[in-house]
């Protein structure tokens, strides 16, 4: 084996030339394309990539075994078109049930014959591991239920940031096991862990089989409980009012859009 040459430490003078980076001149000069880019996507990024088209549907094989057994297992599927920046079909596969609900007003969640758990927002199939995948059944859901957890929201992704600011609640609707996201019309000094509200829906000609068609309101007359934190934190109030006035006076100049005065 060849004796390893120069296992002694580097000579101070070897160091310094090393770590002296080269030195470049001549540098490309560089020409932007990407802002006269950037400016036409921008569109295309707010409303292409979430805003939908129109929606079809459609009748295939579905369920598990061979591809015969599907064929005999046909089902609808709702088939939604995103606008010009999403060049694909999505379905809403087993869950389009759902979607089609919302269309027309009415919340619908699943359960599962075995264990009983109901989900809502729907699963096709039950997650506990004891029922082994069991095909779940559709069922009308109530339009009440609980705030589960919320967040006011000043930031968010470019298709819905003109909408900026508003609060985002995990809404547990009476008599599921399971929350759905929801937009909350609630103005977020009155909002609290555990409010009870009413889900609604946009009028039917602004619907579109996505969940932006429901949000959820106060059910009025609440006492605020012990535990509702934030209306009792003068400092966490004051930040949240900066925030959201913030947001507001950037969305009116950047959308023209008047937010500061929607009541929630
Ligand atoms: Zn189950």
């Known amino acids: 084996m060849e004796k390893k040459k120069n296992n002694q430490p580097a000579k101070k003078s070897e160091l310094k030339k090393e770590q002296t980076p080269k030195k470049y001149t001549n540098y490309p000069s560089i020409v932007d394309h990407s802002s006269e880019a950037q400016a036409k996507w ?11 088209k129109g929606y079809r549907i459609v009748k295939g094989p579905a369920g598990g075994g061979t591809i015969d057994d599907s064929k005999m297992n046909l089902k609808e599927f709702m088939v939604i078109d995103r606008s010009e920046a999403c060049l694909y079909s999505h379905s809403y596969g087993l869950v389009s049930l759902f979607f089609l609900g919302l269309l027309h007003g009415k919340l619908k969640g699943t359960k599962c014959p075995k264990c009983g758990t109901v989900y809502c927002p729907p699963r096709a199939h039950c997650w506990n591991p004891a029922c ?32 900026l600011p508003f609060s985002l609640g995990w809404v547990q609707v009476d008599g599921a096991d399971t929350a759905i996201c929801t937009m909350l019309h609630i103005p977020y000094k ?48 004051k930040m949240l009012d900066e925030a959201t006035s913030a947001t507001s006076r950037f969305i009116k100049n950047r959308y023209g859009l008047d937010n500061s005065n929607r009541g929630w």
């Open 42 to 52: 921008a569109p295309w990024v707010r409303q292409g990539l979430w805003d939908i």
């Open 132 to 163: 082994k995948v069991e095909e779940t059944k559709w069922i009308d859901m109530p339009l009440t239920g609980i705030i589960h957890t919320f967040t006011v929201q000043c930031l968010a992704a470019a298709p819905f940031e003109h909408m």
């Open 190 to 237: 009155d909002m609290f862990i555990g409010q009870k509200v009413r889900m609604e829906f946009k009028p039917q000609k602004e619907r579109k089989g996505d969940l932006m068609d429901m949000y959820a309101v106060a059910i009025p007359g609440q006492e605020l409980p012990a535990w509702a934190v934030l209306q009792r934190d003068k400092q966490q109030l």
